[in-house]
């Protein structure tokens, strides 16, 4: 069923967040079913972009990474997103009263894996991780993920559309707090001399 709702989502968001709402999936079942495998797919596809393709700055040399330092690298991204998605549903279930909304765990859970989806599609670019490729594809993924975010609060929420747009705009904001958090760890580990080595 998470397949048919998330190209729902995708084509008529509309009409499918109503779906969405209806379904009655726990927690867990989302990451059983959808998370495991949806959060695995931009480690995956950096992991062998940067060994077995490279990474490049659009400046034509590309430089591996040797599978030693990239697997530590991969695992930990693959572990951030699952922790991330539950942070995040964790966080819209905890302000959601703010707004006058009164949905269940499983609904905030919901509402971040769909609105989730395409950053997380978007990870396939890793497979030519060049870097204004992956930026370009982050972008137009961010975007879809802001437009799914404003449709799917006030639906998923139940609230009204202008509440549901201050509700967006402070979801939005604690995912930018949450994104920083991961790079500001990501920087510490790289401090710490968990550095990669490349390929010469």
Known sequence: MFIQHMWGVFY??????????????????????DLIWMCALPPLALFFGTT??????????????????????ALAFYVALLVGTGVMARIIYWMEKTYG???????CMAL??????????????????HVWFVVAVGL???????????????????????????????????????LVGILATSVLLWGMGLSPSYIS
């Not at 967040?17 to 009655?24: C, I, M, Y």
């Not at 490279?54 to 990239?70: C, D, F, I, N, R």
């Not at 909304?101 to 609904?107: H, V």
């Open 112 to 129: 971040t894996t769909y609105t989730a989806t395409p950053l997380l599609l978007a990870g396939l670019a890793g497979f030519w991780p």
């Open 140 to 178: 137009v993924a961010l975007g879809y993920t802001i437009y799914l975010l404003y449709t799917g609060v006030p639906k998923i929420m139940e609230i009204p559309e202008e509440q549901g747009f201050m509700f967006s705009t402070s979801i939005l904001t604690v995912g930018l707090v949450v």
């Open 101 to 107: 909304a009164d949905a269940s765990k499983e609904r």
């Open 52 to 73: 077995q393709v490279g990474w490049s700055l659009g400046l034509g040399e590309y430089v591996k990474l040797t599978v030693a330092s990239a697997l530590p690298i």
């Open 12 to 33: 008529h968001p509309e009409k499918e967040w109503a779906k969405v709402k209806q379904e009655n999936y726990s927690v867990g079942d989302y990451y059983v079913r």
